[in-house]
């Protein structure tokens, strides 16, 4: 005799289905996600960060009190170019600047960098950027007693190589 199956016994039997279904899902999606080390990052020291809030806030009313803008000229591969200037638009000149920046694709690949001055408000230095996209630029701007902290993004275009010329005859 051939019986079908009585609704309490299919009933849990789709509930497990799904539950199998569901833990499937997740694993695939963990696996996946941890085999791309690049593709997230955990930000360093971010417990001892929350823990000195106060410090974080007080830099935030200096930057405030400070008015300093930090425009970035030229990011590419190879140079990164700002322009620093104070609350009246002067150049600002005499200050020590570091910069880390990351692509956000790609956040745990940081590329620091230190700036020295070329002209007043001018500063250059060296950036190993070779991804297009979007960066995010952590400055860190050092005059005398005074120190002022900024984030900027900005989005790079991909780089196009020279193009080849041949001789003409």
């Given at each position: 005799?051939?019986?079908?199956?009585?609704?309490?016994?299919?009933?849990?039997?789709?509930i497990?289905?799904?539950?199998g279904?569901?833990?499937?899902?997740?694993?695939?999606?963990?696996?996946?996600?941890g085999?791309?080390?690049?593709?997230?990052?955990?930000?360093?020291?971010?417990?001892?960060?929350?823990?000195?809030?106060?410090?974080?806030?007080?830099?935030?009313r200096?930057?405030?009190?400070?008015?300093?803008?930090?425009?970035?000229?030229?990011?590419?591969?190879?140079?990164?170019?700002?322009?620093?200037?104070?609350?009246?638009?002067?150049?600002?000149?005499?200050?020590?600047?570091?910069?880390?920046?990351?692509?956000?694709?790609?956040?745990?690949?940081?590329?620091?960098?230190?700036?020295?001055?070329?002209?007043?408000?001018?500063?250059?230095g060296?950036?190993?950027?070779?991804?297009?996209?979007?960066?995010?630029?952590?400055?860190?701007?050092?005059?005398?007693?005074?120190?002022l902290?900024?984030?900027?993004?900005?989005?790079?275009?991909?780089?196009?190589?020279?193009?080849?010329?041949?001789?003409?005859?």
């Amino acid at each position: 005799m051939n019986q079908r199956p009585t609704k309490s016994i299919v009933f849990p039997g789709i509930i497990f289905l799904f539950i199998g279904l569901n833990f499937c899902i997740v694993a695939i999606t963990v696996i996946a996600a941890g085999r791309n080390p690049s593709s997230f990052a955990i930000e360093p020291d971010y417990d001892r960060k929350a823990l000195r809030w106060e410090e974080t806030a007080q830099q935030l009313r200096q930057n405030q009190r400070l008015a300093w803008t930090i425009t970035i000229d030229r990011a590419d591969a190879g140079t990164l170019a700002v322009t620093i200037t104070d609350a009246a638009g002067r150049p600002l000149d005499s200050a020590t600047i570091s910069a880390e920046a990351f692509h956000h694709a790609h956040a745990r690949d940081k590329v620091t960098t230190t700036l020295t001055p070329t002209s007043p408000g001018q500063y250059t230095g060296t950036f190993a950027a070779t991804t297009p996209g979007l960066w995010e630029f952590h400055f860190t701007v050092q005059r005398g007693p005074q120190t002022l902290t900024q984030t900027l993004t900005r989005t790079l275009a991909p780089q196009t190589p020279p193009l080849a010329t041949e001789p003409h005859p």
